[in-house]
Nanobody
Framework: QVELVESGGGLVRPGGSLRLSCVASGFTLDYYAIGWFRQAPGKEREGVSCISGSDSSTYYATSVKGRFTISRSNAKNTVYLQMNSLKAEDTAVYYC??????????????WGQGTQVTVSS
């Protein structure tokens, strides 16, 4: 059974940092691309970052480029999202999702339950 479990969210001040984790089970992580998404209240879900399963190529939304870093540990079946220089507009529920194969352009076929990130002074 495929499962994705996010953790690491919380309350942080503007300019602070958080590292989100997405622990995968039920499949071989390095075969698949994994994406991070977020949804703020009253807004549509948006893609934040993705790491491919083929060569670990990484992709970022313009709004987070230079501040967020995605990485993976296949040995730990975990994908990370390091978030630095956080802003109030980064406040959202963050989700990780498995792509249907090893490329980030593909659609998602499994989602985690989400973890809340709140950036506030």
């Amino acid at each position: 059974q495929v499962e994705l479990v996010e953790s690491g969210g919380g309350l942080v001040r503007p300019g602070g940092s958080l590292r989100l984790s997405c622990v995968a089970s039920g499949f071989t992580l390095d075969y698949y691309a994994i994406g991070w998404f977020r949804q703020a209240p009253g807004k549509e879900r948006e893609g934040v970052s993705c790491i491919s399963g083929s060569d670990s190529s990484t992709y970022y939304a313009t709004s987070v480029k230079g501040r967020f870093t995605i990485s993976r540990s296949n040995a730990k079946n975990t994908v990370y999202l390091q978030m630095n220089s956080l802003k109030a507009e980064d406040t959202a529920v963050y989700y990780c999702a498995r792509k249907s194969d090893n490329e980030c352009l593909l659609s998602e076929d499994n989602w985690g339950q989400g973890t809340q990130v709140t950036v506030s002074s």
